[in-house]
C-alpha cells in the first residue's frame, strides 16, 4: 500500500501532495514528506502500555491479542517482540519489528509493553 501518510497535527487522512509539500485540507498544515525529523515519532515520545519511554533495540511483550492483517494468525498476550524500531506506520502504527512466525509488522506501541 501506498498511502499518503495522515496529518501529523490533526491526524487527518485526506492529505494530498504538492510538490515536495504534503498539505492537510483540515488544519492546513504543511510538511515535507519523507522527512524523518518531522515525524512524529522524532518529535515526540512513544511510550508502552504502562508509559514507559520505548526506545529502538527494546524488547517488549505483547499485552493484548492482536489480529494480524493479511494472516489468520493472531498475535497472542505475553509475545515477546525484541529489537522493536520506532517508525510511524500506517494507521496510527508506531513501532515496526520482526515476530518470530509473522514476520515484520507494524504494531502499536499501546498493546506492548517493554520487557
Ligand atoms: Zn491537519
Known amino acids: 500500500m501506498d498511502e499518503l501518510p495522515p496529518c501529523p497535527q490533526c491526524h487527518c487522512v485526506n492529505t494530498y501532495p504538492m510538490g515536495t509539500l504534503l498539505i492537510c485540507p483540515e488544519c492546513a498544515f504543511e510538511w515535507v514528506v ?3 525529523s ?4 522524532a518529535e515526540g515520545v512513544i511510550r508502552d502500555a504502562v508509559g514507559n519511554i520505548l526506545a529502538d533495540g527494546d524488547t ?3 499485552v493484548k491479542d492482536m489480529k ?6 493472531t498475535l497472542k498476550v505475553g509475545t515477546r517482540v525484541s529489537n522493536i524500531r ?3 506506520g500506517p494507521g496510527g502504527h508506531d513501532v515496526e519489528a520482526k515476530v518470530d512466525g509473522f514476520g515484520p509488522l507494524y504494531l502499536k506501541s499501546s498493546i ?3 520487557a
Do not use: F, R
Open 34 to 36: 519523507g522527512d524523518e
Open 86 to 88: 520506532l517508525v510511524p
Open 60 to 62: 517488549v511483550t505483547i
Open 68 to 73: 494480524v492483517k493479511g494472516s489468520s494468525k
Open 38 to 41: 518531522e515525524s512524529p515519532a
Open 112 to 114: 506492548m509493553k517493554k
